[in-house]
């Protein structure tokens, strides 16, 4: 591939630039990037800041112009990527609905289901969350015990889901139940578009080990669907679910920006701290350690930009997202936990005691664990990249 940019892509990426310089958030380009603790004004301010993205054409450049996004080329949605985390700027508060559910809508959803969630989904009007995982359903979702009987014109649902990222702020969830149960346990399985403001469905916080709460469990009694929320055929569901897995891990891959600007941030705090009087950069071990993050986050943006360019020429992504969402994930895993490492026994400290940023570094060590679970834990990504990349068995037992 070429990455050498033309004229007309650095004029994409000036005004992108100009655009985020003037529409971040007051402060936001000065440092001052704290989100609200609150949980309604943190919704609150996602959701104006996904408004102001759609409003200026940049919520979701990649999709389809017909969908309202700008039909973006490779090079584009590599500035596009590149823009963001230089400013580092808002995440999305509809990362799930723009990464994961309306591309798959766009693919396999009904006419009428495309026209009722996909724009709501750009303006972060309705906000969506997953329903996959189950207290003995992760990383097998054939095991999954929520079910969805038919009752009349409607579908009543039991049962509990867990992991539930953005669950506490969805509008909507995009859910596995089973409405039947044939000799293969991947059969039988169907997707539901589910209201999640309805009656019978309880949603309770999971407070994570770094105090934050993005993970819920979600309690489904008697809750209700119509054959209209039906994504697919009628329990033909996992088809839909592994296009909906493929969308999520390329998704996670595209992280692989962010971890760039990570390594940065890291160089820089390696530059700033000191042990007895040098900075911590010249010690051996130290650049030793940078050496080696530097040259696996090359080699991670490198697969990246090489599956990436597959993915726009076939027009869906494919098992390489494995690779991608495998390598990203334990790297970050691997770049936080030398950062606090190399901080000594400082790197013990917390909050207003951190030696650098506010405990960035610890917070950000903690959450990563999660990072190799979510989307598919890191064997189930090597079993995928061994069986529909390399060809190889499944392995004894499967």
Known sequence: MDFSFTEKEEAFRTELRTWLENNLPDGWLEGNRELPEELN????????????????????????????????????????????????????????????????????????????YIQKILT?????????????????LTAIQTAAVKDGDKWIINGQKVWTSFGHLADRCFLLARTS???????????????MKQPGVET????????????????????????????GELDEGWRVMIALLMHERTGIGAQVFTLEQQFQDLAAMA???????????????VRKTMVDLYTKSKGSLLNYYRNLTKTLKSGQPGA???????????????????????????????????????????ENYLYSFGMTIGGGTSEVQRNTIAERILGLPKDIGR
Not at 205 to 217: C, R
Not at 329 to 350: A, N, P, R, Y
């Open 41 to 116: 004004e943190y919704s609150i301010f996602l959701r104006n800041w996904q408004r102001k993205l759609y409003e200026g054409g940049w919520a979701a450049i990649a999709w389809p112009e017909k969908y309202g996004g700008r039909d973006a080329t490779l090079i584009e949605e590599i500035i596009y990527q590149q823009e963001m985390v230089r400013l580092k700027a808002p995440p999305l508060v509809n990362y799930v609905g723009i990464h994961m559910v309306a591309p798959t809508l766009m693919q396999i959803g009904t006419e009428d289901q495309k026209e009722a």
């Open 124 to 140: 972060g009007e309705e906000v969506w969350c997953q329903g996959y995982s189950e207290p003995n359903a992760g990383s097998d």
């Open 181 to 195: 149960r044939g000799e293969k346990k991947h059969k039988g399985i169907t997707v539901f578009l589910l209201d």
């Open 204 to 231: 309770r916080p999971i407070i994570q080990m770094d105090g934050k709460h993005d993970f819920n469990e979600v309690y489904l009694t008697d809750a209700v669907a119509y054959d209209s929320d039906i994504v």
């Open 271 to 285: 530059k700033e701290l000191h042990e007895d009087g040098s900075p911590l950069i010249k010690n051996p071990f």
């Open 320 to 362: 390489e997202g494995s690779m991608d969402k495998l390598m990203v994930s334990e790297l970050t895993q691997e770049l936080f936990s030398q950062s606090v490492s190399i901080q000594g026994h400082q790197g013990m400290l917390w909050k207003e005691d951190a030696v650098a940023g506010k405990s960035y570094w610890q």
